[in-house]
T-cell receptor, first 112, second 115 residues
Framework: DQQVKQNSPSLSVQEGRISILNCDYTNSMFDYFLWYKKYPAEGPTFLISISSIKDKNEDGRFTVFLNKSAKHLSLHIVPSQPGDSAVYFC???????????FGAGTRLFVKA | DAGVIQSPRHEVTEMGQEVTLRCKPISGHDYLFWYRQTMMRGLELLIY????????DSGMPEDRFSAKMPNASFSTLKIQPSEPRDSAVYFC?????????????FGPGTRLTVL
């Protein structure tokens, strides 16, 4: 049973436009969420996170939104750049913080 | 800092052989994690250690898989005997705090192919 779901395996966006990557979770105990970015032949790298006490966190071109009632979060990238082309993983952890559950990932293609 | 180091980067072996994957975490990090990435299941946590002690191995698929951390700077993930369905990319990651409260730093991964 997947507790963190990224239902879109891939997404294609034109350079300069907004990229929106979505993530749903089932465990209401999750209280901390992270996004990781992964390039081919490299390990995932941390991108941005959000605590459940917030509904938005922004870092430059990247913004994560959290809708706790819907158990949904999204990552917005504005404006999208070709260098953003990568696999993005959504991840969540519970208050104990001892286990982080990752989604299957969404591959983003940003076309020049 | 060199980051998390994994070896080998690529491993091709035949079914039934023993495979050992190695990891050196970032110095000072007291948590170490082993993950497996497949197309079907994404990134799965296999096991994690705190201060060299295994804390949760519920993600280890079966008894063929074992992991050790003999000291703070080295960990191994062993598969014996290996099977074709074990083919995947295996990542090691480390962090300073309980995962979920801070970012994890991942190694480049070991791509394992079992023929």
């Amino acid at each position: 049973d997947q507790q963190v779901k990224q239902n879109s395996p891939s997404l294609s966006v034109q350079e300069g436009r907004i990229s929106i990557l979505n993530c749903d979770y089932t465990n209401s105990m999750f209280d901390y969420f992270l996004w990781y970015k992964k390039y081919p032949a490299e390990g995932p790298t941390f991108l941005i996170s959000i605590s459940s006490i917030k509904d938005k966190n922004e870092d430059g071109r990247f913004t994560v939104f959290l809708n706790k009632s819907a158990k949904h979060l999204s990552l917005h990238i504005v404006p999208s750049q070709p260098g953003d082309s990568a696999v993005y993983f959504c991840a969540a952890s519970d208050p104990g913080g001892f286990k982080t559950i990752f989604g299957a990932g969404t591959r983003l293609f940003v076309k020049a | 800092d060199a980051g998390v180091i994994q070896s080998p980067r690529h491993e091709v072996t035949e079914m039934g052989q023993e495979v050992t994957l190695r990891c050196k975490p970032i110095s000072g990090h007291d948590y170490l994690f082993w993950y497996r990435q497949t197309m079907m299941r994404g990134l799965e946590l296999l096991i994690y250690f705190n201060n060299n002690v295994p804390i949760d191995d519920s993600g280890m698929p079966e008894d063929r898989f074992s992991a050790k951390m003999p000291n703070a700077s080295f960990s191994t993930l062993k598969i014996q005997p290996s099977e074709p369905r074990d083919s995947a990319v295996y990542f090691c990651a480390s962090s300073r705090t309980p995962q979920g409260r801070n970012e994890q730093f991942f190694g480049p991964g070991t791509r394992l192919t079992v023929l």
